[in-house]
Every structure is written in structure tokens, then in C-alpha cells.
């Protein structure tokens, strides 16, 4: 008899979720993990939890405060006077919170009667799994199944070697001791824009450099364009189509920064370098190829529609297989695959997985743009709604931005959904909901809207798919 049914490779919002879900039903379960956190002890939850999507988060509601009494707190009557940020409280703050969330799931492990195995995670046979803990001791355990969520890292450049000083991936500049004065980010995606914005909101000088000539390319256009403006007028300097070619370090620590553009040869210098050009699968040890598990040229695990490998008892969910790389996204992989190795058949759909930014505002969407159904030759129809007409955003004071519902011209089934606004990331769930059920923009024009609130705008831009805004 193997030591486990299941055993999960990784502890990151995939992995901890599957984990859950196969203790939930019924199949014994340990999770392999090798994180360990700032106080030197084993920390659950992975890149997100731990120096990923909830510190980040942190850092941008802390920095968003401090913006809003400098910029728009007269505007409500608040008076202030000397004004200061400590960035040490603000970290310590991100701490605390990394750390009840990080040891949250210690105790949802606990009361699932999960077995937590510290250490590095080793395929050794399709039916065994090595694990390297403390002082390199070595443990084998037998499982019936093997769950690979071991996430991915981030990507390297050879022309900004990473040092965590001056030059630093995600993970550092999250850690900063005191705010830049000039502060370089190699990467217009969310993690580039997201650490821009905190740190430009505190006082750096924040420049941008985007590869790709357009910003935000897998947003719709409306959409990417009036956020870059936005962002663009808060203070960061976003140049597009501008390739990294060298950076130079100075004996006092700053970074020239050499790159090309339309225009030619450019340089910058800064205090701080951050290289935010996304992530690369992490697989390197997990010995996957010697058991049969096939990893494609980008490093990607091959796996087929229910999350399988080439091993039939070895399923891979995450980040670590590809597709967005979005940690609800792996999430709900790991509930689908549990329940299909517990004999249910969970299916998952990849058309309804939603996309945020956390800027301020933030933008999201799901399902397709209208650039993408263009191209397709498909028939559409939109409803456009600006929050400046929303009373609810005229209260709060943040009028930027809009709503976007996209619909079939022929059924009028909601095909996308895109927002730029505040609580853009909080309003897409009611699109996601409203697509998985396959509703219609008029379906979304007879639901009932509360008012005042923001979701109205949702409301009046399905409204809008037929031409019948009440209130732009």
C-alpha cells in the first residue's frame, strides 16, 4: 500500500488548493514544499502568498493611501500638514499580512489532516517522490498519484543581471528600505506596472520600458488606451518599443540603463533597476523527463485538456504547464484534478478565466476583445459606459475609465467583458458569472442594479449592446 494517495509538488494556490480539495474528498494527501520564509522557517502559499500577489497588493493599497491624501484628500475638506511615509511600517505591515495568510494554510492543512513534507520535491518513479529536507536528508514516499504544482520563477535577462541590490526581479523590489529616487522597470506587464505604481506613488521617478509597441497587448484596445493615458499622467514614463541592450553599474550603486528605440541608441540612469519581463516554468529539479513526464522547448509540462501528463498518474496544474499564469487560474486546475482522480468528472473552462491589473484605477476583462473577434470574422455588437456618468463614481471621487460589454450580434451572448475603472477587479466577477452561464448582454440589461453603486455601469453598458443606455 502506497504512504499516499495523492502527493502535490508545491504549496502555491495551485498546489495547497489540490491539496485541500483531495483531503476534502476522502483521498489521503501530503504536499511537498520548499519555501521558506523571511524568518527562516517553512512558509506555505508559494510565489503569490509569500512575495507575489498578496505583499504586492500590500504595498499598492499602502501606497494608494498615501497618493490619496497628497493628490485628492483636499477635495473631500481633509486637511494634512507634513505628511511622511515610513517605509519601514509600511513593510512590516506586508509582513504580518504575508505571514497570518502563509500560516493560514498551515492550519486549513491541519484541520484537512494534510500532511505538510518541507523540502525540495524530486520525481524518482512514476509512483514516487523524493524529498530533500533539512541538512539534505533524503525521504521517499510511494504515492497512487502525483500532482505537479511547482509554479515558475521569474525570467532572467543576460543584459540586467539580477544582484537584488541594484538591479532587482519582483521578489527585491518588493523589499525596498526606502523609496528610490529614480527607479527603472524593464517590463510594461502587470508586475512591472503594479511595482511602478507603488513606488511612483511614494516619490520615485519611475520610467518604463516595454519591448512591445503596444501597451497592454492582450487587452482590448479602448481599454489598454486609456489606461496608458492615465498612467501616463500619474507620473510613470512608459516608453513602448524600447529594447533593452545593456546595463552598467556605477561604484555608487546607480544603473545606466542602454537601450534602443525608434529613434535610436537611448540611455537612463537610475538608483534602482527592477526587471519584470514575466516568468519561466520551474522545473529544473524535478527530474520529470527521467519518470516519462514531457516538457516541451519553453520549459512548459505537456499536458492534455483534464491537466494529465504523459504518465497517466502524474498531473501537472499552474503555472508550470503554461497559458495565463494567473494564481485562480491554477486554482481551480487543482480542484478539477482532484476531483478527477476522486472519479468525478470536473471540467474547467479556460474562455471565462479573468484578467486584473491592479493599477489605480485597475483594468480587467474576460472572454474576447474586439480586436480578437475582428480578426475572426465574428459579428459583434458593444455597450460602452463611462464611470463619469456613474453617480456612485462621481461620489467617490474616480470617474476614469469605462465598461465594455461585447456581445454576438446574431444570439447577443456575451462574448467579453472590459473594465477600466475602480473596482474593476471586484465588478468582472458579475461578467464571469453572467459568461459562464452563457447569458446574454440582455440578460445583464433586465437584472436588477442597486444604486447608487459602481455595478450600475455594468448595467448601462449592457444596456448599451442595444442601444438602450438610460443614463450616457
Known sequence: MADYNVIVIGAGPGGYVAAIRCAQLGLKTAC??????????SALGGTCLNVGCIPSKALLDSSHHYYHLQKHAADHGIQHQGLSIDVAIMQARKEKIVKTL?????????????THLPGLGRLVGTTEVEVIGDGNKVDIFTTDYIIIATGAVPTTLTAAPVDNQSIVDSTGALAFNQVPKTL????????????????NRLGSKVTILEALPDFLALADRKIADAAFKELKKQGLDIHLGATLTSTTLSSEGTVTVTYQDKTGEQSLVVDKLIVAVGRKPNTDSL????????????GFIEVNEHRQTAVANIYAIGDVIGGPMLAHKASEEGVMVAERIAGQHSEMSYQTVPWVIYTYPEVA???????????????????QFPFAASGRARAHGDTNGMIRVIAEAKTDRILGVHIFGISASELIAEAVLAMEFEGSAEDLARTIHAHPTLAEAMHEAALGVDGRTIHA
Open 184 to 199: 527603472g522597470v524593464i517590463g510594461a506587464g502587470a508586475i512591472g506596472l503594479e511595482l511602478g505604481s507603488v513606488w
Open 32 to 41: 511537498v514544499d520548499n519555501w521558506v520564509g523571511t524568518d527562516g522557517k
Open 365 to 383: 476583462w474576460v472572454g474576447q476583445t474586439e480586436e480578437q473577434l475582428k480578426a475572426a470574422g465574428i459579428e459583434y455588437k458593444i455597450g
Open 102 to 114: 502563509t500560516q493560514g494554510i498551515g492550519s486549513l492543512f491541519k484541520k484537512n489532516k494534510i
Open 287 to 298: 527530474n520529470a523527463t527521467a519518470v516519462g513526464v514531457k516538457i516541451n522547448q519553453r
